[in-house]
């Protein structure tokens, strides 16, 4: 059994500013899950108040992964812009700390969108892609904080 995402991971919220980011980000919070930060193109620079606390928005996920060391990244994007949100999310990990995990949970991704970014996410060594349309990672009997992936 490996867990791919550990209890105490640092998770960044791609798409923090639209109407599903801010929401789960702020359940997010309220459970425990450390929620560092956001990223939102254009909306660098901005603060966003997740209820329990506030957490920083970059313009980059190389900006957010540098600033924040973050360990995970979950997508809450359009369904337009959530394959390069994974590609991105993929690349900037990888150049910066060489693994990552990411988990999108947008659903109605066109399919050769999904295509082009699982094959991309594919030849990264270190970087997982969980989803999409994926309802988020959660270790039954326990809080949502412990975001633990557990396979055979």
Request: proline share 5%.
């Amino acid at each position: 059994m490996a867990i791919w995402i550990k209890e105490d991971a640092k998770v960044l919220v791609q798409g923090i500013t639209g109407k599903q980011g801010t929401f789960h980000a702020t359940k997010m919070a309220e459970y425990g899950t450390l929620v560092v930060g956001g990223v939102t193109p254009g909306k660098g620079g901005m603060n966003i108040d997740l209820g329990e606390y506030e957490v920083p928005i970059w313009n980059t996920m190389k900006e957010a992964i540098t600033n924040s060391s973050a360990d995970a990244s979950v997508i809450y994007v359009p369904p337009r812009f959530a394959a390069n949100a994974i590609i991105e999310a993929a690349d900037a990990f990888n150049e910066i700390k060489g693994e990552g995990i990411i988990v999108c949970i947008t659903e109605g991704i066109p399919t050769l969108d999904m295509v082009k970014a699982s094959a991309h996410v594919e030849k990264i060594e270190g970087v997982r892609l969980i989803g999409p349309n994926c309802p988020g990672i959660i270790t039954p009997g326990d809080q949502k904080r412990k975001v633990q992936f557990l396979v055979d």
